[in-house]
């Protein structure tokens, strides 16, 4: 089964922590031969650093050690004297990298990274804030898992990832959809072809020394219109159609959430018989 058919099951939608292992090294390994990806980060980089990465003082130590990790996990090597900053680290790997550490009430808050390619949020915003504050925004999900996510962050094993997978819906193919950037996104009328599924590939790491954990997301976009007559494509459809209207309107996919399975027209694609 592909990653895509475990993502989009033939049920309705809802909210899950589905949960798999992995190892730091290939979470975390550089995968684009072309370079392209560590182009365009760098170049966010350069062009306003304090918007893509910031950190904390209560995130220092956290961070160090993540970049200390780095030549254990034979990932990348921070020059000395360069790690005390994320960008750093940030123009080394493809994948963006968060940290977060417990304040004094046991609140796991987000301390700093560098982040190139959000999902329209914001580092600067978000910086210092809890989990449950930065969730908050979400539909439903504080309720639904909070709890669940505040005792898997407790628990994490050493020199292990926990991988998790979410997805939306984007009108462009960009990498970086910085709010600021004011970017488009998906309305009627639905062309398959410009509209693209973002993925993210989400991992977990546990930083024994300093107590904190790393967040790291890695971006990967599927162009709709390559998902017609698929199983990925028909539960992407069904997850549409039963998605709540608050969710999809958090997902900023409201106008088109019963255009794009119809213009999908999975039925006429089934082979007889199913």
Known sequence: MSELERLFPDEDFRLHLTLRRGS???FLRNRDATGSVLAERRKWLDSDRGRYAALEPAGE????????RMAEWGVATVPSGDGAHPAALGRLLEPDLLVLTRDTAGIWRLRGGALCFPTSWSLEEKLGRGLEEIHGPVPGL????GPSIHQVLG???????IERWNWGLAATDELNLHPVRGLPVPVPPVTLAGLWLRLEHQALIALPRSGGVMFGIRISLQRLDGLVGTAAGRGLARALRSMPLAMAEYKRVETVRLEV???????RTEPCGE
Do not use: G, H, I, K
Not at 261 to 267: E, I, N, Q, T, Y
């Open 24 to 26: 730091p090294s290939e």
């Open 261 to 267: 399975p119809a213009a999908l027209d999975l039925s």
């Open 142 to 145: 504080n309720a639904a898992l």
């Open 61 to 68: 130590e956290a961070w160090r050690e993540l970049s200390d």
């Open 155 to 161: 628990r994490l094993p050493s020199e292990t990832t």
